[in-house]
């Protein structure tokens, strides 16, 4: 692993911090949490601002080939997260800019590439990733929607669930059966839609903490250009596996946890319970140093899978143990953090919520990352099988 950056990059990193650090001091009051830019339209013209602001300097782009707008490495691009992550500004459609388009330098033709990775990098167009269904999840395989080729088209018909902000996005890229009677995996095309296509209906699923993220989308002769394919026809199980690697990367998650643990240090130090310091609490300092020594782990694991990537490997294992162990310790820190905090943690729309009601959201969210992106369960399946040469289990 090699982490010397030139001068260059250390010059961009600065420039990451100082951009985000500017931004961070005029989100909107309610920007919390995982999905922030979701929760109503301010938080959702803050995101697109943000994300034009980066288009603008060629952020998005970061990791790209030069021939598409790229200006830098796989490194650049961490840096970048790392900085959005500790200012806690998203500002970069996660699905479009992390996921879709390196899939598409992998496996879109040329005519893919020149259409699609423009106005990802530019923040023209948000992308939502239209996958899981009610009876297909983890084994995604087993999806029953269905893309059938007329002329120059494919009809869609079907649902899709849990897509998140699909009621915002302007296009989806999605997983259907385009030959319903040939093999599992050798039956599936991937295949990119705008969302404003006739037929497509996307309804809202309740959530707990309020935030309306997350929705249902179903399809009733849905067309789409049998153009807006990436890779080949029945072919999309290998687009979705190059796809999910880049979806399990995960700096920027650990970066805001770096911010989370600062942030619960200054408020120990500051704040007395019983007339002590909580810094001088011995299970809190424990506890807190604990969760220290796991993030700078996570930290380190994360710089090594974005070294993997830019040196061409796919890091499936590596990519995997990192969405296991992130979300963990996710989940680890805001079950301390509200232990911590006691009864105001529980607190979020208040004069007397600690550290803006943060925690109190963090708590009903940590555990999002432990399912979305395959389940933990899943990526310790292929840790144990891909990783490690364990028999493979069906
Ligand atoms: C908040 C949220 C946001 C999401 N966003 C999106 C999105 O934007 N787009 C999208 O397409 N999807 C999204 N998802 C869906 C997500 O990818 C699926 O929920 C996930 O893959 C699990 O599938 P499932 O819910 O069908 O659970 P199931 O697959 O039914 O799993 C149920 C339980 O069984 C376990 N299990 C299943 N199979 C195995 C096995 N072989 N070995 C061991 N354990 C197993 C699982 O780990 C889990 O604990 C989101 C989900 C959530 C909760």
Excluded at 211 to 219: C, D, M, R, W
Excluded at 236 to 246: D, Q, R
Aim: charged content about 25%; glycine content about 10%.
């Amino acid at each position: 692993m090699n982490f010397k950056l030139t001068d260059e990059q250390v010059k961009r990193r600065g420039e990451f911090f100082a951009v985000c650090r500017e931004l961070e001091k005029v989100k909107p009051p309610n920007w919390v949490g995982i999905e922030a830019m979701y929760r109503g339209d301010e938080c959702w013209e803050f995101h697109r601002h943000c994300a034009k602001e980066f288009g603008k300097r060629g952020w998005l782009a970061l990791a790209w080939p030069a021939e598409y707008g790229g200006m830098g490495d796989m490194m650049d691009k961490v840096m970048f997260s790392e900085a959005r992550g500790y200012h806690g500004i998203r500002g970069m459609d996660v699905f479009g800019v992390q996921m879709l388009a390196p899939t598409i330098l992998h496996a879109g033709n040329e005519e893919v590439k020149r259409r699609f990775l423009p106005p990802i990098a530019s923040a023209e167009v948000m992308w939502c990733e239209l996958w899981s269904e009610p009876d297909a999840g983890s084994d995604l395989a087993s999806l029953t929607s269905t893309a059938i080729k007329k002329g120059n088209e494919y009809v869609i018909n079907g649902q899709k669930i849990w897509t998140t902000g699909a009621h915002r996005a302007d296009w989806g890229f999605g997983v259907f059966k385009t030959a319903p009677e040939a093999k599992k995996h050798h039956n599936l095309s991937f295949l990119l839609m705008d969302m404003k296509t006739p037929g497509i209906t996307v309804r809202s699923i309740p959530y707990m903490t309020g935030n309306p993220a997350y929705n249902e989308v179903f399809f009733d002769d849905v067309h789409v250009p049998a153009e807006n394919i990436v890779g080949q026809e029945n072919g999309g199980w290998a687009v979705v596996n190059i796809l999910a690697g880049f979806e399990r990367s995960g700096i920027d998650q650990v970066m805001s946890m770096v911010r989370g643990v600062e942030e619960l240090v200054k408020f120990c130090n500051e704040t007395k319970r019983g007339g002590q310091p909580l810094s001088k609490d011995p299970i809190i300092r424990s506890r807190l140093a604990q969760l220290a020594i796991e993030v700078e782990a996570a930290r380190t694991l994360a710089y090594r899978i974005a070294d993997l990537q830019n040196q061409g490997e796919m890091a499936l294992m590596d990519a995997s143990a990192g969405k296991v162990f992130f979300s963990e310790i996710g989940e680890r820190l805001a079950f301390f953090a509200t232990d911590m905090l006691g009864p105001y943690g529980q607190v979020r729309h208040s004069k007397w919520a600690p550290l803006s009601g943060l925690w109190e959201d963090m708590y009903q969210e940590c555990f999002v990352t432990t399912i979305s992106m395959g389940t933990n369960e899943i990526q310790r399946n292929i840790i144990a099988w891909y990783g490690l040469g364990l028999p493979r289990m069906k």
